[in-house]
């Protein structure tokens, strides 16, 4: 009897190991509404290193830690929701987050805050429309 329970306890193991797993896969959608979140977040700041703040915080969840442009010494909101919206993308929503960076980048560039801002506001659209 006890030789039957071993391979019960097994798969009941694995059955937990994998359901336990899907919750560290990643989450392309949740880092895409933090960017978009923080995209407006920067669009409505007032001073321009806010601005620039938010914005960071943007292209660390699009990139991901392992991404060109991550900043480690800026928060990333999207800690633990995946490996970063871009690379967790699929083919189709790559190109769409791969130009919301552009115009984040864009905006983390600028020098004086109606430009930030103005990238800023259209990174947000751009984001909530891939949140759809």
């Given at each position: 009897?006890t030789?039957?329970?071993?391979?019960s306890?097994?798969l009941a193991g694995?059955?937990?190991l994998?359901?336990?797993?899907?919750?560290?896969a990643?989450?392309e959608?949740r880092?895409?509404?933090?960017?978009a979140?923080?995209a407006?977040?920067?669009?409505?700041?007032?001073?321009l290193?806010?601005?620039?703040?938010?914005?960071?915080h943007v292209i660390?969840?699009?990139v991901?830690?392992?991404?060109s442009?991550?900043?480690?010494?800026?928060e990333d909101?999207?800690?633990?929701?995946?490996?970063?919206?871009?690379?967790?993308?699929?083919p189709r929503?790559r190109?769409h987050l791969e130009?919301?960076?552009?115009?984040?980048?864009d905006?983390?560039?600028?020098?004086?805050l109606?430009?930030a801002?103005?990238?800023a506001?259209?990174?947000?659209?751009m984001l909530?429309?891939a949140?759809k």
């Amino acid at each position: 009897m006890t030789a039957r329970l071993f391979p019960s306890l097994a798969l009941a193991g694995l059955g937990l190991l994998i359901a336990g797993s899907a919750s560290y896969a990643a989450d392309e959608s949740r880092e895409v509404a933090t960017a978009a979140a923080h995209a407006s977040m920067a669009a409505g700041a007032d001073k321009l290193p806010m601005v620039h703040a938010h914005l960071h915080h943007v292209i660390n969840c699009l990139v991901g830690p392992g991404g060109s442009g991550y900043d480690a010494s800026q928060e990333d909101p999207c800690k633990g929701q995946g490996a970063g919206a871009i690379p967790d993308a699929s083919p189709r929503q790559r190109a769409h987050l791969e130009s919301a960076l552009s115009l984040a980048q864009d905006g983390l560039a600028a020098t004086d805050l109606s430009t930030a801002k103005a990238r800023a506001t259209a990174t947000a659209k751009m984001l909530h429309k891939a949140e759809k």
